[in-house]
């Protein structure tokens, strides 16, 4: 019994020591959460126009373009009062392929808007001075996000055209910029009621002068799984794209584009780069609202026309398949 006892208590002491030996000292250093810098960054600020796309509207609608962010360090710094100055670029707009918002297209939220809460609820603490191209925006202690709003007048805008202004922030008070996030070109277009992706199915024929069909792999039906962005251009036209059947683009027929009658839902095809594309006389081109589908039927020349000249003709049936 005693040499037992004894081969315990040796065991329980290796146990120990064991143990002892495996246990790590105590942390000593410091949080990272209170060494770093503070940033301010706009959210959306990605190298390119940050678009925005909304249904046809002809009243006012409350749009938040963009947020802007403050990344504090620490606690102690998020409790800081801090100022942010952003300035419009109307040049970087124009370069960013983008309709500059002019004042009569929009306005600022008012104080009685801001005092409602709901969407504007982020918008306290911002101003603009006279002309709009300046924005203040001030973050109060413990505040770390704001959001830039323009209330946009939708029975003013040209549905052809993306709306949009470029900003930068220009001053940042104690904070630190962060690489790549100070400059945003925030955009909103209005798509009409034909816009979105669509499943693109159908033949392609090229025609040799003399009309007879070329063969080769350009030709014949477009390989299974191309779609085409139907993009609005006004009210009721949009443009779009075809593929020969191999998959690949189109070329000779830039600004290719479908023109809807509502009356009828009858469709017109044409190309602002081509004016020789037009519908094929007594073969169909139209729209079906019940089953979003485009049915169309057109040709196109690029030198003289056939049968002297070579020729192109597409019969597609461009099938909805979601939002673009």
Do not use: R
């Given at each position: 019994m005693k040499n037992k006892f004894l081969q315990y208590t040796f065991l329980s002491c290796s146990l120990m020591v064991l143990f002892s030996a495996c246990r790590k000292d105590p942390f000593k250093g410091t949080e990272t959460l209170s060494s770093g810098k503070s940033y301010v960054y706009i959210t959306e600020a990605n190298g390119s126009p940050y678009t925005q796309y909304f249904d046809v509207f002809n009243d006012i609608k409350t749009v938040v373009l963009f947020t802007i962010r403050r990344d504090a360090a620490n606690s102690a710094d998020l409790q800081k009062a801090v100022t942010v100055t952003l300035t419009a670029d109307a040049d970087s707009s124009a370069s960013s392929g983008l309709t500059a918002f002019t004042s009569d297209l929009y306005t600022f939220p008012t104080a009685a808007d801001i005092a409602s809460g709901g969407v504007y609820a982020g918008a306290d603490g911002i101003s603009?001075?006279?002309?709009?191209?300046?924005?203040?925006?001030?973050?109060a202690p413990g505040q770390f996000a704001k959001n830039v709003i323009y209330k946009v007048d939708g029975s003013k805008l040209d549905l052809s055209k993306t709306y949009g202004a470029v900003y930068k922030i220009t001053s940042l008070s104690s904070l630190s910029q962060k690489v790549g996030?100070?400059?945003?070109a925030a955009a909103i277009a209005v798509k009409n009621a034909y816009d979105g992706n669509y499943n693109i199915s159908g033949t392609v024929q090229r025609y040799v002068?003399?009309?007879?069909?070329?063969?080769?792999?350009?030709?014949?039906?477009?390989?299974?799984?191309?779609?085409?962005?139907?993009?609005t251009n006004g009210p009721t036209s949009n443009f779009f794209s075809i593929y020969w059947a191999d998959g690949s683009g189109v070329g000779g027929i830039a600004g290719l584009q479908l023109a809807v009658d509502p009356a009828t839902n009858k469709v017109t095809v044409t190309a602002s780069g081509n004016p020789n594309l037009k519908n094929i006389a007594d073969q169909d081109n139209y729209y079906d609202p019940a089953t979003k589908t485009f049915v169309l039927n057109f040709a196109w020349y690029g030198g003289a026309p056939p049968p002297t000249g070579s020729s192109r003709q597409a019969h597609v049936t461009l099938t909805y398949n979601g939002s673009r």
């Open positions: 603009v001075n006279s002309d709009g191209t300046q924005l203040t925006v001030k973050f996030y100070s400059v945003v002068a003399g009309g007879d069909a070329e063969v080769g792999s350009l030709n014949g039906t477009i390989v299974a799984g191309k779609t085409s962005d139907v993009i």
